[in-house]
């Protein structure tokens, strides 16, 4: 049989549309087959911007002779990470387990009634010290197979039942002021950060440590946040040319990216340097919250209207190729400022090759000539191949895109931002929406097969929501609603969240996680879409289900807050009110400044809702007169109608 993924709508399955093995999507037929040929799956999982994916890809998967063997001795199923968030969290969480670590490409072998036996991440074509070649690994699975099947099928069988035995841990209060000096531990005071490298943008645990400074006064919050966004904006993980941040530094320093940019990250990082201007005014956090929304604009924006996936880490085969410089290259590019760029980006080999990745570790002296070499550098680099483009639009990470967008459009008073942003949840309503039932992601306008989990539900709802505030339109109010609705009909059971619907497709474990990591968790995005739903209704039901979902993840923020660090915003911003914003204007001109002053002054995570008078939204109800209500529990102070009086009520201390 062929390999069948050329019609698939994941960017990543279709990359390996061309190889030798006869591929299959996750798919019950893939498991028929596998029943029917009494042979076992082997799954592996990745994404289309994973380096040692594609290193695999080249190594084992485009060999004839390793395909021909998987042909006869297994079913092969090729899962988009991405789109089918379910099946890897089931096989990762085993592959951990079963391990002791994770990663990408993920190769794990099933019985075929989906039981994981033996698991993996990268398997060499060669044989290396201490690890087997990929040949070894299947050799060695089909002679187990064949002669002690019945071993296999016990660890498989075992295997499931401990993830299924597995519960989430009791809830407990949110001490916010331990979790912040449990930071401070792990906080690094010279390269900031928190741990060691690899170095991740700690994006989550600064917007909580923002919230916490604005509502204690906490300097060592602030220069923490601080610290992190200078170095991490000024390091090679930023890019100095085009904006936007790349997944992680590989070293301690923010010096050497892993150079894949994802849409995840770079909206996370948008709403932090945000949110960083409006609480300190550092020149830096605006230029980057600019930059970094231009990035999206520019090269994440797809011709549907909303924000693909990622751009891939490799170009013509080398990681960074696209993003690194030679001094010889420099000069070609730029001629006699080639000197000054080399002193002023740190040119000095710090990637491979004689290559270095460009930081700009302090503003330039001469910001005119920046500005002019800095564009000479782009068109430069826009004759290299541009890096892979991972087309597919994921509801959860669009739904995070929507709310920092909305939120940077009005702060920095750039109504593109927020033009965009609508256009991208006008994609989600009307091509990933079917009635209240959402569809995880699309590709070129034609919506995928793989059902929304609790991440893309909750994420898509608060990007409503956030954009309710800013343009009055309460259409955005009822879909946020409606996705909420089905989330406490389709993710909650015994008390619980679940990551999967209960209409969903049965797998062998339904996954449940409440660690925000790179991607804040569903119930973590739940808690702060229910809290800010409850606000704007005064809903008892609403607001017992934000509390539940909080709860989940109370124990992790007790013990580990650098991995809580959506939750202990949501916290944090429950612990300030939280405060209830309704400005109720005729026109959107009056409205403007009200709205820009609610978005830059009150707490994030206060709920805002404008619009005229006989808006849906139950917060606007009654409300009449053209002002700004500042409330708590829908207990309101006096109106006020002034910008400045809107300050000095969220601000009385300024």
Not at 58 to 71: G, I, M, P, Q, R
Not at 304 to 327: H, N, Q, R, V
Not at 635 to 652: G, N, W
Request: proline content about 5%.
């Amino acid at each position: 049989m062929a390999n069948e993924l050329g019609q698939s709508t994941s960017p990543y399955l279709r990359q390996h549309a061309g190889n030798p093995v006869e591929w299959r999507e996750w798919s019950e037929r893939a498991f028929a087959e596998a029943r029917e040929r009494d042979v076992p799956i082997f799954l592996s999982v990745g994404y289309s911007a994973c380096h040692w994916c594609h290193v695999m890809a080249h190594e084992s998967f485009e060999d004839a002779e390793t395909a021909a063997y998987l042909a006869e001795h297994f079913v092969s199923v090729k899962v988009d990470r991405e789109e089918r968030p379910d099946v890897d969290a089931i096989y990762m969480a085993a592959t951990v387990a079963m391990t002791g670590q994770g990663g990408w490409p993920m190769s794990v072998f099933l019985t075929p009634a989906g039981e994981p036996f033996f698991c993996g991440t990268y398997f060499p074509k060669d044989s290396r010290a201490g690890m087997a070649s990929f040949r070894q690994v299947l050799e060695a699975i089909t002679d187990a197979w064949q002669n002690r099947r019945e071993q296999l099928d016990g660890i498989g069988k075992r295997v499931v039942e401990q993830l299924g035995a597995q519960q989430p841990a009791g809830q407990q209060a949110f001490d916010l002021a331990q979790a912040v000096r449990l930071l401070k531990l792990d906080f690094d005071p010279v390269d900031a950060g928190f741990g060691q490298a690899p170095k991740f943008p700690p994006s989550m645990v600064l917007d909580f440590l923002l919230r916490h400074h604005r509502r204690t006064g906490d300097e060592d919050a602030l220069a923490m946040v601080a610290h992190t966004c200078d170095r991490m904006a000024r390091g090679g993980m930023y890019d100095q040319l085009a904006g936007g941040f790349a997944r992680y530094s590989v070293d301690g320093q923010w010096i050497v990216p892993h150079f894949e940019k994802m849409l995840y990250d770079n909206a996370l990082l948008l709403d932090v340097y945000t949110h960083w201007w409006t609480i300190s005014g550092d020149p830096l956090a605006k230029r980057v919250a600019e930059e970094t929304a231009g990035f999206l604009l520019a090269e994440l924006r797809t011709p549907e209207g909303g924000f693909a996936s990622a751009l891939d880490a490799d170009t013509d085969g080398e990681e960074g190729k696209y993003y690194a410089w030679t001094p010889e290259q420099l000069r070609e590019a730029i001629g006699d400022d080639a000197d000054w760029v080399i002193d002023l980006c740190d040119v000095t080999g710090t990637f491979e090759h004689g290559t270095s990745v460009l930081q700009l570790r302090q503003d330039p002296d001469d910001v005119d000539r920046w500005k002019r070499v800095r564009e000479a550098l782009q068109r430069a680099r826009g004759a290299r191949t541009y890096p892979g483009r991972d087309g597919k639009v994921v509801a959860a990470w669009n739904g995070l895109a929507i709310t920092a967008l909305t939120r940077a459009g009005v702060v920095l008073e750039r109504p593109d931002y927020v033009e965009a942003a609508e256009a991208a949840a006008r994609l989600i309503r009307e091509v990933h929406l079917d009635g209240a039932r959402l569809y995880r992601t699309s590709r070129d306008g034609v919506r995928g097969s793989a059902d929304g989990v609790l991440e893309d539900y909750a994420a898509v709802a608060q990007g409503c929501l956030t954009l309710l505030g800013a343009t009055g339109d309460d259409e955005w109010y009822r879909v946020a609603e409606a996705l909420l609705d089905r989330v406490l009909e389709q993710f909650v059971a015994d008390g619980s969240y679940f990551d999967t619907a209960a209409d969903a497709e049965r797998l062998v474990w339904r996954p449940q996680d409440a660690t925000d990591n790179a991607t804040p968790s569903g119930v973590s995005l739940a808690a702060e879409a229910f809290t800010t739903l409850a606000s704007l209704t005064g809903s008892d039901r609403y607001e017992a289900a934000a509390q539940q979902a909080l709860g989940a993840s109370s124990a992790i923020a007790h013990r580990a807050p650098r991995f809580a660090g959506r939750a202990l915003a949501v916290a944090e911003a429950i612990a300030t009110g939280p405060l209830e914003i309704a400005i109720v204007t005729t026109t959107p001109d009056a409205a403007r400044e009200l709205v820009r002053v609610a978005f830059a002054d009150a707490p994030w995570g206060t709920a805002i809702a404008s619009g005229a008078p006989g808006s849906a939204v139950p917060l606007m109800a009654g409300r009449d007169l053209p002002a700004a209500y500042v409330c708590q529990k829908f207990t309101c102070r006096l109106p006020v109608t002034l910008p400045e009086h809107l300050r000095q009520e969220l601000r009385p201390a300024d």
